[in-house]
Each structure stands twice: as C-alpha cells, then as structure tokens.
C-alpha cells in the first residue's frame, strides 16, 4: 500500500516581511497619524467658522430689525404726520453705527446722507406747516368776505349801480379764484417728493442689507 505525505508551505522567506514593518511601519503609521489629525483640525476648523457664520448672521439679523422697524416707519408715514425729527435722526445713527461693522457695504457715509434727506424733509414741513396755516386762516378770511361781498353785489343790482356791481363782482371772481386754487395740493405735493426722497435712500440701505443676509452659505 502506497504511503503519500506532503510537507506544508510555508514562506520563502519570513524575515522580508519583518524587515518591510520594521522598515516602513512607524513611517506609515506616523502617516496615518498625521492625515487623522489633519482630518480632526480640518473637522474643528469648519465647526468655528460654521459658529463665525451663524453669529454673524445673528448680530446681522438683529441690526436688520432696528433697522427695518425705521424702514417701514417711514413707508407708513402720511405727510401729514408729526413726529421728532431729532430723535429719528438719532435713532438711525445708532443703527448704522453698528450697521457700518456687520454688513460692508454699508458706511458712516449712509448716516450723512440720510440724515441730509431727513433735514430736507423736517424744512419742508415745518415750512409748508406755516404756510397751510396761513392758508386756512386766509381761506376762512376769504369766505366771510365772499358772503359779505355777494350780499353787496345783490344790493347793488337792486339799486341799479353798475359801477359798484362791477367793481364788487370783479372782487367776487378774484376770491372765488383763490378759494379754488391749488396752493394746498401742491404743498402736499413737496411735502410727498420730501418725503419719498427719504424713502428711496432707506430702500437702498434695505436692498443691500438684504442682499447679504440672503446670501446663501456653504456647508461648512
């Protein structure tokens, strides 16, 4: 009976592979350290400037709603409206102040000229305040004389005096003219371009403060 036996195999040669880890081993290894490493710095940078955004954005937001709070005062605004002119021109100084170090676009230079409109708008009612006035008192004025003048002129077509009919109806038309002018419409009318001037730069600060809070981010 035949009697087979096999021998088992086994590497050419096991003190290669001792030398290859023994040679490259800590290399790799110091490899493998360094890319986790890189990896976690990596991972701690992008969880402090996700944190830099977010509070950006928050100190952004809360200046844009000091901000909008004005923006929409003077949208609601009638121009027959009083209100302290000082006390908004201040208000808005505050907020751009603080606007100026969170949004780039925006600068001490919106402040200056805001507040050159919003002087503009203060002159243009306070002056044309004195001038409805001096309006309605004329215009109350007028009326009384009207009737007066009207009572005259009936008198005076009675008695058959036309010199006196034409010279009381000459000052009827004159005041029935000035009664029906449009002085006070076009007083309303500066007072609305003032006004508007106001609200046109205000959109133009809102428009930029909105375009960077829009702005949409990375993953960080």
Same mark, same amino acid.
């Given at each position: 009976m035949a009697v087979y036996s096999f021998t088992c195999s086994t590497p050419d040669d096991w003190s290669n592979w001792h030398f290859l880890v023994k040679t490259f081993g800590s290399a790799l290894m110091a490899g493998f350290i360094a890319?986790?490493? &890189?990896?976690?710095?990596? =991972?701690?940078? =992008?969880?402090? =400037?996700?944190?830099?955004?977010?509070?950006? #954005?928050?100190?952004?937001?809360?200046?844009? @709603?000091?901000? &909008?709070?004005?923006?929409?005062?003077?949208?609601?605004?009638?121009?027959?409206?009083? #209100?302290?002119?000082?006390?908004?021109?201040?208000?808005?100084?505050?907020?751009?102040?603080?606007?100026?170090? #969170?949004? @780039?676009?925006?600068?001490?230079?919106?402040?200056? =000229? #805001?507040?050159?409109?919003?002087? @503009?708008?203060? &002159?243009?009612f306070a002056t044309n305040a004195q001038k409805e006035t001096i309006r309605t008192q004329k215009k109350l004025y007028y009326k009384e004389r009207l009737q007066a003048l009207e009572e005259n002129y009936k008198i005076a077509i009675q008695n058959s005096d036309l010199n006196s009919k034409d010279s009381i109806k000459e000052k009827i038309d004159e005041i029935e003219l000035y009664l029906d002018s449009d002085e006070l419409k076009q007083l309303y009318e500066e007072k609305a371009i003032a006004l508007k001037s106001v609200n046109d730069y205000m959109q133009t600060i809102y428009d930029r403060m909105n375009r960077v809070l829009k702005v949409p981010h990375k993953p960080y």
């Amino acid at each position: 009976m035949a009697v087979y036996s096999f021998t088992c195999s086994t590497p050419d040669d096991w003190s290669n592979w001792h030398f290859l880890v023994k040679t490259f081993g800590s290399a790799l290894m110091a490899g493998f350290i360094a890319a986790l490493a &890189y990896r976690v710095a990596n =991972t701690q940078k =992008t969880i402090a =400037t996700n944190k830099y955004n977010l509070d950006m #954005f928050d100190k952004r937001w809360s200046v844009f @709603e000091d901000f &909008y709070k004005e923006y929409k005062f003077y949208n609601e605004i009638h121009i027959m409206s009083e #209100f302290s002119i000082g006390e908004k021109i201040n208000i808005m100084k505050k907020i751009l102040l603080k606007a100026e170090r #969170f949004f @780039e676009d925006i600068t001490i230079l919106d402040f200056y =000229t #805001f507040q050159s409109h919003i002087i @503009e708008l203060q &002159y243009v009612f306070a002056t044309n305040a004195q001038k409805e006035t001096i309006r309605t008192q004329k215009k109350l004025y007028y009326k009384e004389r009207l009737q007066a003048l009207e009572e005259n002129y009936k008198i005076a077509i009675q008695n058959s005096d036309l010199n006196s009919k034409d010279s009381i109806k000459e000052k009827i038309d004159e005041i029935e003219l000035y009664l029906d002018s449009d002085e006070l419409k076009q007083l309303y009318e500066e007072k609305a371009i003032a006004l508007k001037s106001v609200n046109d730069y205000m959109q133009t600060i809102y428009d930029r403060m909105n375009r960077v809070l829009k702005v949409p981010h990375k993953p960080y």
